[in-house]
């Protein structure tokens, strides 16, 4: 069965404290790995994919295939970060639907 | 920069009523995507649309559902006899490489 699952429905932090997202999934195949983030009143927006490697405000992500886990990490969290996050996967290949988890709401307290 | 839009950004609908949900896609993207949120639930894919015609669909993309791109640029979910269950919002998405979603429409089935 293809699964994504995000065990912290809400995740509260002080700034500056270090930041850590879970996700874990379940995917026959090697799917693409996502965060998503919707701030307050906005829309969902990719924060970060697994192919770039990127860090994206701070924010990193590394696929662990062994665990089948891609946990958001950041290393001292502001105020701003503050929103929901979704972790997703899909296929590889372009057009692929997006399947989510259910999100971490994350409150960064100052 | 280009942005998905979506109109209405509310509608109120009584139940065994159609309805037709409309999107805006990014002008250059050829993948569309509707998804659903019902409330305090995970944001769950309905269906894909490429080259005019659906690429694949869920579950819950019944009969009861259709989608259409009738003029090259908007693209619509049309709900055929709304139910209560049907209450949610509703994401279009599109896509070249990354999916960008719209601001979403909430549906209010009474």
């Known amino acids: 069965a293809q699964r994504v699952t995000q065990p912290e429905k809400l995740l509260s932090v002080f700034k500056g404290a270090p930041v850590e997202l879970k996700c874990n999934y379940s995917?026959?195949?090697?799917?693409?790995l996502f965060w998503y983030v919707q701030y307050s009143r906005q829309r969902l927006q990719l924060l970060l994919r697994?192919?770039s490697r990127e860090s994206i405000k701070g924010f990193t992500a590394d696929l662990n295939k062994g665990e089948t886990s891609f946990h958001l990490k950041k290393p001292f969290a502001q105020e701003e970060d503050s929103a929901m996050y979704y972790c997703a996967l899909s296929r590889h290949n372009q057009g692929g639907k997006l399947i989510f988890g259910q999100g971490t709401e994350l409150s960064v307290k100052p | 920069e280009p942005e998905v839009t979506q109109t209405p950004s509310h509608q109120v609908t009584q139940m065994g009523q159609e309805v037709i949900l409309r999107c805006v896609p990014i002008?250059?993207?050829?993948?569309f995507y509707w998804y659903r949120q019902i409330l305090g639930q995970k944001v769950e894919f309905l269906v894909s649309?490429?080259?005019?015609?659906?690429?694949?669909k869920s579950e819950i993309f019944d009969d009861q559902f259709s989608v259409e791109r009738p003029d090259g640029s908007n693209f619509t979910l049309k709900i055929r006899s709304t139910k209560l269950e049907d209450s949610a919002m509703y994401f279009c998405a599109s896509s070249h490489n990354e999916q960008f979603f719209g601001p979403g429409t909430r549906l209010t089935v009474l």
């Open positions: 697994h192919i």
């Open positions: 002008s250059n993207h050829l993948y």
């Open positions: 649309f490429y080259n005019n015609e659906i690429s694949e």
């Open positions: 995917y026959s195949g090697s799917p693409e």
